[in-house]
């Protein structure tokens, strides 16, 4: 028995146990280190015969298999332990640089639940290892409630649509490639690289209850959103239902405008996992503002362009608007039921007495001589008007009495008065609030500052240290390696090191004013001044968006006082100003 296998019989069911089969050995090393940093039991094997005998004889919640083993390949094993093993086992992870060669493996690929390419993003590993997601990737619409808790009326069947123009297009499309029980292998390449794809198109059965899910996978949040059903109203980016003979042209110039501004998008917005920079990311491609539109299947009244619940759009643009990347303007104000938040309400006229809304509206009359006055039903005696307080028969209009007015006269219990209170009953929960402890809410459009926009084409760097964090698929893979020999060192004997991320705030500005090529000198002179300016055995690495310094032997805190020294020294000798923001992590940090 391999040793995986000796482990997996002996490790108790205390955490979550994983099992990675990897014959890469730095691979192997910084998933275990990272993985069982955050509490997982990891075992690993190197061969594919071996990752099959420790699945067969362990009891594991998700195995990690890089699809080129020695002997057996990842579908082989999956396969074969399918085949071997009825029952429940564990979640299959495919972790492979040759996603390509998987997806066109003659058996069936669509063993995996998931499929996360090589270079491996730790960050992405670790999502779809904690996800909470049903088997397959995919948690299945039918037992979702319907978004903003209002289930959509049934949608009438619109008028057939003309589908010639999607064979001059590449599109992903709903359902076929979102189904429940697989990885779509379009969903994988457009989470590679969305610019294989010119969008989603929506041909039946839409997502009333959860459009989110045409987001749900990686880079889909910079496709436009095409619907052919309309069913999904002002979520999706064109409503090719309502189209005719126009559709193509349409389609066209939505198309091009999306892959004009994507080419400009930066890598950190084009891939972030974040919902607010996915945010930021549509309104940037689409180029249009966040604009409610009233939409009585929404508890809000409103409803936003985008495929996400409306609840979690007002959600993050209130978070984005707060750090400047947003601006809003005031549309609306609406009442809001305290309870549940619907905006869906009745408003009615209620007796102050009993609060009834069975009000009548009565004429009424004022008696002159004792100054009674009433609704006229209380002065009725047959065919007379008898004053009810003095007794005195009214004869003459204007002489004995007049009718200055009407007033209300509740059925259910005789009050009557000429000042109703206002009520509200919530038609979403019941809920009776009365007029003076009714809440209301603002609704507002929404829109990109300049700070936004540079966000959009320049990444987090923008945004300094308060959103500045480290992702493993920022890192080089030069680097990757020496930062696994330090944590190896820092586990086995404490010896401290530090890692120094180099942001550029002033990116998109030199862009614009100086050129790329400055930018590029700049960065790079900058870096020579740096490595210069650090201490001994610093090692330097050119990253895509960022640039990162390991620093052996030195504790993080101890670094962290001499940051703005360095990025000055740095910087003394060029000519522009490229806001370098040296953010520092130590070894807690990083896993």
Known sequence: MTPAAEVAREVKKSASRILVAEDSSITQDLLKLVLGQRGYVVDTAETGPEALEALKSGDYDVALLDFHLPGMDGVEIVSAYRRDMPGPGPRFIAVTADVEGLLSH????????????????????????????????????????????????????????????????????????????HVAAKIVQAGRDPLLFDGILIRSNPPLGRTEVLWQHPGLHVLPVFDLTGAL?????LDLSRLASTATGRVGDMVTAFNDKRSRLHRDLARAEDPGEKLIAHLYLSGNELDPVYDANSLLLFAYPVPLANAEIVRLAERLASEGLLKKRFVDRVHQCGSCESAHLNVREECPSCGSPQLVEQPYIHHFSCAYQGPE????????????????????????????????????????TSEPDVGFVCASCHTHTSGESMGTKDIFSYALTDKGLAFAESGRAVLGLQRTGLRFAD?????????????????????????????????????????????????????????????????????????????PEMTAQSLKTQTESLAATAAGAISVDLGAVLTVFSPQDLF
Request: charged share 25%.
């Open 377 to 416: 039903e209380d002065f009725r005696s047959g065919d007379d008007l008898v004053c009810p307080k003095c007794r005195k028969t009214l004869r003459h209009f204007g002489q004995d009495y007049d009718r200055p007015g009407s007033m209300l006269v509740c059925q259910a219990c005789g009050h009557a």
């Open 475 to 551: 890192l080089p893979l030069e680097l990757v390696v020496a930062l696994n020999d330090q944590a190896r060192r820092y586990n086995e004997d404490g010896t401290p090191f530090a890692l120094v991320d180099i942001a550029y705030r002033n990116q998109h500005l030199v862009e614009r004013e100086e050129g790329a090529r400055m930018f590029v000198r700049a960065r790079n002179q900058f870096l020579e001044n740096l490595h210069q300016a650090m201490p001994p055995n610093t090692r330097i690495a050119a990253g895509q968006s960022y640039d990162f310094a390991l620093v």
């Open 106 to 181: 003659k058996d069936n690929c669509e063993l995996f639940d998931e499929i996360v390419p090589k270079p491996v993003d730790i960050g992405e590993v670790c999502r779809v290892i904690e996800s909470k997601e049903a088997p397959g990737g995919e948690t299945p619409l039918s037992s979702e409630p319907p978004v903003d808790g209002v289930k959509p009326s049934p949608a009438v069947a619109p008028p057939p649509v003309d589908t010639s123009f999607a064979q001059n297009f590449d599109f992903l499309s709903w359902p076929d490639d979102f189904g429940s029980d």
């Open 233 to 237: 109203g002002h979520k999706a980016d």
